[in-house]
């Protein structure tokens, strides 16, 4: 089997919003199906994909390693990590299609048959960051079929907030969506770094009585001490992590036991192999991992391989509410019900590419 071509794919989603897919041709018929990070394109280096991609040419898609380590995934830039990333998807779809076998059963086997998601709220309140505005659609997505909704209510405002008084807005936010989906649905939020230790302390005290799911991300990254403090005077498990990439990027953070939640992202990370090899670091000091992704159906699809196959899994992520056709951008259809998505048993990834449906989002490179 050797490889014969490389297409891209992007499709528009909505303002500021596109997903690009990578698919590997082989000439025997076989083609692997993988998602770039939106960065990679948003940035203008599709064109640094592209020949990334024309490099595997000629070459056998099966020997996914040896593939990988040709890129010298360590001196890549982040924009050559998140390329090679989208690849890497691919070629694992690939090896998988080969041995007639889904990804998960490559990687140990499935742990389960369905895989716990929430719906990320937070790209579909874009213009109208209103309590009543999350509100409405942490509701909806609820009656779509989800039992977990995360928003980020603290978008709007500065860095480096202080204090609860601060992020009073996103409080109120908070309150509202919890008031419109009940006790019984889990409310996550991600904090996108904005606040000091002090005030991430004072928010998450002042969010106490709500019984969140997490607090994600209340600090800049790197904050390892002052994610300690906030983990031992936090009510709720601290999660993050989303842009580290590779093994060694996570490797502080994980001796340092600086977060609850393990976070890692398979379009950044550094693909399948990464976000496996780091989930297992990460339960080897007792923390679960939940990957990273609002992003397209394929890297929900190649996250829930990965999961499927890792005991430590706690809930996935999944954008919602971005575009009506997201479901039947790819066969079979994705389908949540009661929070969860069924781990596909097919070959590869599971799902491909209804072209129908690519070529009338199209953008044109």
């Known amino acids: 089997m050797r490889i014969e071509s490389v297409e891209f794919h992007t499709v528009h989603v909505a303002p500021h919003v596109d997903w690009t897919f990578a698919q590997v041709h082989t000439d025997d018929g076989l083609s692997g199906l993988g998602e770039l990070n939106p960065s990679v394109r948003r940035s203008g280096r599709l064109p640094l994909a592209r ?22 995934p360590a001196e890549l830039d982040a924009a050559g990590v998140r390329a090679l990333s989208g690849l890497e998807q691919a070629l694992w779809d690939l090896l998988a299609k080969s041995l007639q076998a889904p990804v998960h059963a490559l990687l140990g086997g499935a742990c389960r048959q369905e895989i716990h998601v929430y719906a990320n709220i937070n790209r579909a309140t874009r213009g109208d960051r209103s309590p009543e505005a999350f509100a409405r659609h942490a509701a909806a997505a609820v009656r779509g079929g989800h039992d977990a909704v995360k928003l980020a209510p603290f978008d709007h405002l500065p860095s480096a907030l202080d204090s609860a008084g601060a992020g009073r807005e996103g409080i109120e936010c908070l309150r509202a969506v919890r008031d419109a989906v009940g006790p019984e649905v889990g409310v996550l939020v991600d904090c996108h770094s904005r606040f000091t230790t002090k005030g991430a302390l004072e928010v998450a005290e002042a969010l106490g009585d709500l019984h969140l799911f997490w607090f994600e991300e209340p600090l800049p990254q790197d904050d390892y001490d002052g994610y300690r403090q906030v983990q031992a005077g936090c009510r709720m498990p601290v999660a993050g992590g989303e842009s580290r990439a590779l093994r060694r990027g996570w490797w502080e953070v994980l001796e340092r036991r600086a977060l609850d939640v393990a976070m890692p992202d398979v379009t950044i990370v550094g693909g399948i192999s990464e976000l496996h090899q780091v989930a297992a670091m990460a339960a080897a000091r007792g923390i679960p991992t939940s990957p990273h992704g609002p992003f397209g159906p394929v890297v929900t699809a190649a996250s829930a391989q990965v999961m499927a196959a890792h005991p430590e899994f706690l809930i996935l992520e999944y954008a919602w509410g971005e575009a009506p056709w997201r479901e039947v951008l790819i066969q079979p259809a994705e389908r949540v019900v009661g929070g969860r998505l069924s781990v596909a048993d097919a070959p590869g990834l599971g799902v491909e590419l209804d072209m129908g449906v690519v070529d009338a989002h199209r953008l044109r490179d």
Not at 51 to 69: F, I, N, T
């Open 51 to 72: 020949e990334m991609a024309g490099s595997l040419v000629g070459r056998d898609p099966r020997r996914v390693r040896q593939l990988v380590e040709s890129f010298r």
